[in-house]
């Protein structure tokens, strides 16, 4: 593996006061390409991004502050995924949405944390791709 040029951004530490819960949401919800244990730390793979969620006793039970990390995940079918949401009874900040052919919805996980699904239409991916 080549050292990148550029700082690249690889993944983020979730840290909760119950890594076990948080853990076993995402990986129901979410599908993650794969799931493991180093160490201490769950590790979920999304894609080239890696989501590690560990315990930390300076953390309170809920996030107080949850509009400050929103954790958007690019998914192949929202609805699916806002099923697999709802089934494990948790909250929407923002229902899923139609947004101009593309699916948006925000859910709250078990810690609090906003967690952004969205499904972009090809005519967005297009747009994107050329700006």
Known sequence: M???????LDGMLLASA????????????????????VDQYR???FGPFHLLIDTRDDVAP??????????????????????????T???WLAELEDRDGSLFGTAIDP???YVQIIE?????RAEMAEG
Not at 2 to 8: L, Q, S, V
Not at 63 to 78: C, M, S, T, W, Y
Not at 120 to 124: G, V
């Open 62 to 87: 809920a996030n107080p502050e949850p509009g400050r990390v929103i954790l958007n995940f690019d998914v192949p079918d929202a609805r699916a995924v806002a099923a697999r949401i709802d089934a």
């Open 120 to 124: 972009l239409s090809d005519e967005h």
């Open 2 to 8: 080549t050292r990148p040029d550029k700082p690249a």
């Open 43 to 45: 590790v979920l793979r």
């Open 111 to 113: 810690d609090g944390n």
């Open 18 to 37: 119950d890594p076990e819960r948080l853990h076993a949401w995402y990986a129901e919800v979410l599908d993650p390409s794969s799931d493991t244990r």
């Open 89 to 91: 009874g948790a909250k």
